[in-house]
Every structure is written in structure tokens, then in C-alpha cells.
């Protein structure tokens, strides 16, 4: 059975440890060919044979390690079944054929299937589809309910979770403030001799023991469930840590000779400050994926459907392909589909990021997502569901900010063995201290601090909270990366390729040239000569020939069908107008024929110099005169080009046209070099080349030939519009198939590293330089504030906490970013 490759929603993940935690831990898994886990959009990616290991006893290891994977179930009535065998085939048949269903089980005797399944792979639909398929009837719940209530499935788990956190945060702030209020009064000497009663210490011991087992029960389970799978993550530091000063403080309680003084208030404010941190990253963390939201919130929940010659209004998914649908001015546009009626300027800038409205009228496509702005629109449904533009978008923004940037690597070589590392050096501290100074209790507490900030969160975050804003942000701007690894590579490059034809050029040939040579009634002005080429040309197939006819029909001219039309493959053609014959063919074909080409040889000549094809028209051995034709620039070529040259990347054209078209095209871009008359097969070859001699390449192409060498170049950009294969070659899509849409890339990809590096400078900072002060290393020094020379936990873990959040909202700053 061939691979699946599948994207689980996964939540309980404190660290980067976590999501490593689960890679083990699937790649144990026989069948589980690969596990990639990112900790900032709490998503793995699973690639496993169906036929050695099951979804289900996927999700079940993932549970076994501890963490949840974020799924939904239903139960809905199946009709048909006529014994205990209908109910085996059913679960079968939803199990192996509907992707995203990780357990099935059907009630014969109630005649009821419940379904736990994921809902982003998943939809109700599909599975009333399969088992209809199998020979039986599925009865679904209302639709409209139930299509909101799994769309928003994983949402209300997110929800859930930061309520749960708020929840304890408050608890423990409930508790630990009059803790801390009353234990700094009574050391600082702000209370009387009745704080110093026994019973008070009982007190804090009351304060601290909610916080404790309730704010902090967290950590305890979560390093259970580590260390039952021989790993360590952040929940072992904080339990750790907050436990010896609450149990320390316990046993001075119970047995007064270890000691005269608790730190309750330490343990409590610990867990308190860390909740806090915790509550507020899971706030910010879930801001980064905005844009995915966004873009799922484009389409309309209802859609006004023609059915029968009546209107009426059903939900979005119910809507099938070859459904009339009608959306009036305002409205969204819910599918794919091409109009059939009416005329509007729709907004297309979520999906190409092009702010000026498109205009539509009937046999235009229109895509789900976008905005009709001014008039009604009817249109024939083509594409729904899955298959949408916009759905497809999705999925390549989903797959992007699921993936990890190679500098990752850097982060999660640090973490795997941060947390043992860290647990040894708090070991070593307290040992040193306690036999350097001799006293247990300040050892003890700068064990404690050690463990406390050394809690690496915010290393973890560092690069998938900015790869995800980064993917965004593009996504936004219709830029879309496939993956961070491509986001990271395009903002080192400093080579980039155009493809000539298709990329720089519009693509279609354009009558750029009108030139009358012999004044004679038939020929008496450009429109004259324009319409006689065209009525020459109606009966070509040749695309110079369609250039010349759309050119006179752009001018309104009536063009009436010529008599004895021939052609000659590759020279021109012959036809009759007004009883006249007349030839229009290539110069050289004119020459063959012994025809003096005198008069327009200054023309000819001009006209190839600038990369025109010149065409020659004339009768009984005499030229009338000459038209040229070319592939016209894109408007925003020139400007593109400029931008990147100004960004200091080198800008090279390549392409299969003749060498003096390539330098006229180029001359007009102000290209930095050009290699033309290139084969397919030799563009990937002139790539290469550029990368073994030490350059990082970006090639931009649109067309099937373009595809090696966008898939020979360190990032291949395609454009939106280009050929599905060079689309599936690229690493980069520009959906709007604007060039200036490239050095909106390179600023985004070159923003989103910057941020990548400060995020990982702030979490080595808080990780690794705050770790030898928390250890008393600045101890001696004099000069410095104590509460620097000697750091007091709850500094630690104030610190720790919000070192997360710094790194978080640092990355969310690429949303306010203008690229």
C-alpha cells in the first residue's frame, strides 16, 4: 500500500523537547517512515504506510507520550445493515477510505456509527459519501449546525486551553499574593512579632499548597509522562525547581531544627509567574497563524443557489459543481466558477494581493474568497470544496507554517540536550556552594534559580513563531512559500533568473509596427494596411496571423473572410481580397521570389534590431508594406528588475529566443546578462552551472520548459498563472503573477531571518547568559545591584516567562511589516 502523508493538530506541548519527544516517538512506530513536529503551530507531520500502522494507533502513541491530538466526534444514524457483519464493513470503510478518520465504530443493534475523525481532514460529507459508496444510508444531522461546530473544532480546543491557563493563573494569583505580601513584610521587618508566630508558617503553608497542586499540577503530570518516555522537558525544570522550595520549606515545618526560615512564597510565585507566561503565549501563539484564519473566513457560511428557476439559499456545503450561483454587490464570492451573467469589478487581493479590482464579465473565471464589489454576478460553479483556489492556497500556507527553516536545526540540536544539561549544572551549583559557603539554604536557592531560567521555551518558539508570520505575510501579499526552508534559502540568494518568454514578456505576440511602403488605394494609411493584413490573416492558425487579426478587432474594423487563402509553412501565406492577390510572408520569402525589398530594407533592418519579427506584404512582385509583430514587456518588468538590482542581487535572462531578440529584450530591463537561444534541457544545465560556481540562484519562469530548471535552482519561483508543472517545480508561487511580487520576496524572506536571529539571540540570552548569574557567578562582583549578583527565583522566573512572550510577539511584528 503506498504512503499517506498527514498533518495532526497536536496541543499539551510546553517546549521544543515536546515536539522532539513526539518525532521519537512515531518514528519508533513500524510503518512511520517520517515524523516532523513543529512546536509553534502545534502540528506533525506523519508520513506512514496505511498497511503497517493505522491513524488510530497513531494518535493513540501520540496520547501515550503524553500530548493530545485535537479531534472531534459525531454520531448520525446508518440505514441498510442486516447483521453484525454490515457494521465491520461499514467501520472498514471509514477507516481505509475517508483520509482524516481515526476511529469508527457502528452499533448494529441502535444502528448508529460514531466517528472520531479529524476535522481538518475530514468532513461528514465525505463519510456519508463512503458509506453511501459501500451500500448503505447515512443520515446526517442538520448541516449548517454541524458544519460550524467542526470548523471550529479545533478552534474551541485552543479556547479551552488558554481558559484553562487563565483559570489557574488566577488561582495562583488568588493565592500567592498575600503570600508574597506577607512573607516580604515579615522579612523586611513591616509586621510585628505576631508574624513570627508558628501559626503563620502553617498559613503560608495553606496559601502555597493550591498553587502548588493546583496552578502547578501541570508540571507534575507533564513530567511524569516525560520521564515515562525517557525524556525531559520544561515541566521537569519547574517542577523541579518549585518543588524543592516548597518541600524544603515543608520539612523545616515539621522538623524546625533543618532551619528557621520557608520559602512557600518562593514555590508559589515560581508557578504563578511561569502560569503567566504560559497564558500569555498561548494568547500570542495563536495569533501567529491569523493568516490562515483570514482566509478561511473569506467565503461566505450560505450562498444564494438557482435551482429549478428558483432562488434559495444553502449552505456553503452543499453547493456542487455545475450549480448556478448569484452574488450580489458586497457579497463574497463562495466557489470557483465562470460567469455566465452580468458585469462587476471584483477584489481579488486576498488571493493575489493586487489591491485594484478586477473586472468580470461573462466566460470570466471568478475564484471563492473574493469580493464582488460592484454589480451582480450569476455564475456556473467548477471548483468546490477542496478543490477551490482558495482551499488550495490554504493548504500550501498550512504545509509552509507546518515545516522547519534549516536554521531550526541549530535550536533543536540545543534543545534535545539543553534540559539534562541544565539539571547538571543546577546539581553541580548546589554542590559548589553548599561546600564553598557551607550553608544549605542558598545553595538550595540558586538550584532552584538555575532550574527556573533555564526553561527554554523561548528557544523552542524562536523559529516556527517567525517562519509561520513570515508564510503569512506572504500569503497575504500572494506570495506562497512551500515551505520555511525555501523562505530561508530565498533571502541568501544572490543570482535571479527570468525566463524571457512568458515572465518578462506577456507571453502573446502584439502588432507593434505599421509600416505603409507603397501609398496605393488599398494601402492608403495604417488602418488600411491593418485591415488588409487581417482579412489576409483570418484564415490562420498561426499566432502572428492571431495577432494581426485581434489587433484589427481591438480597432473595431469589420474583417470579411478572404477567397483562395493558402499557406506555406513557414514563409507566409497567400489570399484573395477584392479580387486582388496579395502575399504576406517573411522577408526572405519576398527575396526567393526575386522581389526588390529596396524600399523597406531601412525598416526591415530597424524593426529586427529592436527583436521584431518583421512580416512583408505586397502583390505582382511588389512590397505594400511591412508590420511587425513581438512578445510586448510586462508593464512592471522593468521596474522588478531595477528593484532587485537595487536589493544587490545579480539579474541574468535566459531563454530559447535568437540571440538578437534576447538583447533587445534584455536592453529594454537593463539586464545584468543574458544566455539565449538555450533548449529547455540546457536552462537547467545554465543554473547548475551558476551554482557550482559558488552562486545561490532563484529562477522565475511560467512554462512547462521552465520546470528543470526551477527545480535545479536553490528557490524556483513560478508564477500563479504559469503552467501546472512549473507550479509544482516551484518552491515559491506568485498568485498574482506580478514580478514585483519577487522582490517582495526577497524583502520578506530577508525580514523573516532578521527576526529568526533575534529571536534566537533573546532565547540564548534568557537561556544560556542568565543561567551562570542565576548560578551565582556574578557572586563577587561588588559593584553590581545584589539582586543581579545574587538572582532570587522568582526574578528567574519573572524573566522566563516572559522571554517567550518576547520571542512570540518579535516574529508577530512581520504582520505590521510593509514588504
Known amino acids: 500500500m503506498s504512503e499517506q502523508s498527514i498533518t495532526l493538530p497536536i496541543s499539551g506541548m510546553t517546549c521544543a523537547n515536546c515536539a522532539m519527544t513526539i518525532e521519537r516517538t512515531l518514528a519508533g512506530l513500524p510503518g512511520v517512515s517520517e515524523a516532523a513536529v513543529n512546536f509553534a503551530s502545534e502540528r506533525a507531520r506523519v508520513t506512514f504506510d496505511p498497511g503497517q500502522v493505522t491513524l488510530e494507533r497513531i494518535v493513540k502513541k501520540i496520547r501515550e507520550a503524553g500530548f493530545s491530538v485535537v479531534t472531534t466526534r459525531a454520531e448520525f444514524p446508518v440505514t441498510g445493515m442486516t447483521c453484525a457483519n454490515c457494521a465491520m464493513t461499514i467501520e472498514r470503510t471509514l477507516s481505509r477510505k475517508v483520509a482524516g478518520v481515526v476511529a469508527a465504530s457502528v452499533n448494529f443493534a441502535a444502528e448508529r ?24 444510508t447515512a443520515l446526517l444531522p442538520d448541516e449548517s449546525a454541524d458544519a460550524a461546530d467542526v470548523e471550529d473544532a479545533e478552534q474551541a480546543a485552543r479556547a479551552a486551553e488558554i481558559r484553562d491557563q487563565t483559570r489557574k493563573f488566577r488561582i495562583g494569583v488568588l493565592f500567592a499574593a498575600p503570600l508574597f505580601v506577607l512573607s516580604m513584610a515579615r522579612d523586611f521587618g513591616l509586621t510585628g512579632s505576631w508574624s513570627h508566630g508558628a501559626w503563620v508558617n502553617w498559613l503560608f503553608l495553606a496559601l502555597a499548597t493550591p498553587v502548588q497542586f493546583y496552578t502547578g499540577w501541570d508540571y507534575y503530570v507533564g513530567s511524569w509522562k516525560n520521564l515515562k518516555n525517557r525524556t525531559a522537558n520544561m515541566d521537569v525544570l519547574v517542577a523541579m525547581g518549585s518543588s524543592t522550595a516548597y518541600f524544603y520549606s515543608l520539612a523545616v515545618l515539621i522538623i524546625p531544627a533543618l532551619g528557621d526560615h520557608v520559602y512557600f512564597e518562593t514555590s508559589a510565585v515560581i508557578i504563578t509567574l511561569i502560569k503567566l507566561g504560559k497564558m500569555l503565549e498561548a494568547r500570542t501563539k495563536g495569533r501567529t497563524g491569523q493568516a490562515i484564519r483570514k482566509l478561511m473566513d473569506l467565503t461566505p457560511k450560505s450562498v444564494t443557489v438557482i435551482r429549478d428557476g428558483v432562488e434559495q439559499e444553502v449552505p456553503l456545503a452543499r453547493v456542487a459543481a455545475g450549480d448556478e450561483i448569484r452574488v450580489r454587490p458586497g457579497g463574497s464570492i463562495p466557489v470557483d466558477g465562470v460567469v455566465t451573467a452580468g458585469q462587476s469589478a471584483v477584489d481579488e487581493s486576498m488571493l493575489t494581493g493586487e489591491a485594484i479590482p478586477v473586472d468580470k464579465q461573462p466566460g470570466d473565471t471568478v475564484f471563492g474568497g473574493t469580493l464582488n464589489r460592484e454589480g451582480m454576478l450569476a455564475f456556473q460553479a467548477t471548483r468546490v470544496g477542496r478543490e477551490t483556489a482558495l482551499a488550495q492556497i490554504i493548504r500550501l500556507v498550512q504545509e509552509a507554517q507546518g515545516s522547519k527553516a534549516p536554521i531550526q536545526a541549530l535550536a533543536d540540536r540545543t534543545a534535545a540536550v539543553f534540559v539534562p544539561a541544565v539539571i547538571a549544572v543546577a546539581l553541580a551549583t548546589f554542590v559548589l556552594w553548599w561546600a ?12 532552584v534559580a538555575v532550574l527556573v531560567i533555564a526553561c527554554p521555551c523561548a528557544l523552542g518558539l524562536a523559529t516556527p513563531t517567525a517562519v509561520m508570520a ?19 534559502i530565498f533571502s541568501r540568494i544572490d543570482t535571479v533568473v527570468f525566463d524571457k518568454t512568458g515572465t518578462l514578456t506577456q507571453g502573446v505576440p502584439r502588432v507593434t509596427d505599421l509600416v505603409v511602403v507603397d501609398n496605393t488605394a488599398a494601402v492608403s494609411d495604417e488602418n488600411a494596411l491593418l485591415r488588409l493584413l487581417a482579412v489576409v490573416e483570418k484564415g490562420s492558425e498561426h499566432p502572428i496571423g492571431k495577432a494581426i487579426v485581434q489587433a484589427a478587432r481591438d480597432r473595431g474594423m469589420d474583417i470579411p473572410d478572404p477567397t483562395a487563402f493558402k499557406a506555406f509553412g513557414g514563409m507566409g501565406v497567400e489570399a484573395a481580397v477584392d479580387g486582388r492577390h496579395w502575399r504576406l510572408g517573411k522577408p526572405g520569402w519576398f527575396e526567393s521570389a526575386d522581389v526588390d525589398l529596396s524600399p523597406a530594407r531601412e525598416t526591415i533592418d530597424r524593426l529586427r534590431q529592436d527583436g521584431k519579427t518583421v512580416m512583408m506584404l505586397g502583390e505582382a512582385g511588389r512590397i505594400a508594406g511591412v508590420v511587425a509583430v513581438a512578445d510586448t514587456l510586462r508593464p512592471e518588468a522593468s521596474e522588478a528588475v531595477d528593484t532587485l538590482k537595487a536589493q544587490g542581487l545579480r539579474i541574468l535572462m535566459l531563454t530559447g529566443d535568437n540571440r538578437q531578440t534576447a538583447m533587445a529584450v534584455a536592453a529594454q530591463v537593463h539586464m545584468d546578462d543574458v544566455v539565449a537561444e538555450v533548449r529547455p534541457e540546457e536552462k537547467a544545465d545554465a543554473v547548475k552551472r551558476l551554482r557550482a560556481s559558488g552562486h545561490r540562484v532563484a529562477m522565475v519562469g511560467d512554462g512547462i520548459n521552465d520546470a528543470p530548471a526551477l527545480a535545479g535552482a536553490d528557490v524556483g519561483l513560478a508564477l500563479g498563472r504559469g503552467a501546472d508543472v512549473a507550479i509544482e517545480a516551484a518552491d515559491v508561487i506568485l498568485s498574482s503573477g506580478n514580478l514585483n511580487g519577487v522582490p517582495a520576496a526577497v524583502r520578506l524572506s530577508r525580514a523573516t531571518l532578521a527576526t529568526i536571529r533575534q529571536n534566537l539571540f533573546w532565547a540564548f540570552f534568557y537561556n544560556i547568559l542568565l543561567i551562570p548569574v542565576a548560578a551565582g557567578a556574578l557572586h563577587t562582583v561588588t559593584v553590581l545591584p545584589a539582586f543581579i549578583r545574587d538572582l532570587h527565583p522568582i526574578m528567574a522566573a519573572l524573566a522566563m516567562s516572559f522571554s517567550s512572550v518576547t520571542v512570540v510577539t518579535n516574529s508577530l511584528r512581520l504582520y505590521r511589516s510593509r514588504i
Do not use: D, W
Not at 113 to 136: C, Q, R
Not at 473 to 488: M, S, V, Y
Open 470 to 488: 513570515g508564510t503569512g505575510k506572504g500569503a497575504e501579499q500572494g506570495i506562497l512559500f512551500r515551505n520555511g526552508e525555501a523562505l530561508e
Open 436 to 447: 564553598v559557603g557551607g550553608t544549605f539554604v542558598p545553595a538550595m536557592i540558586r538550584l
Open 113 to 136: 456509527v460514531s466517528v472520531t475523525y479529524l476535522p481538518e481532514l475530514a468532513t461528514l460529507e465525505e463519510m456519508a459519501a463512503a458509506i453511501e459508496k459501500a451500500g448503505f
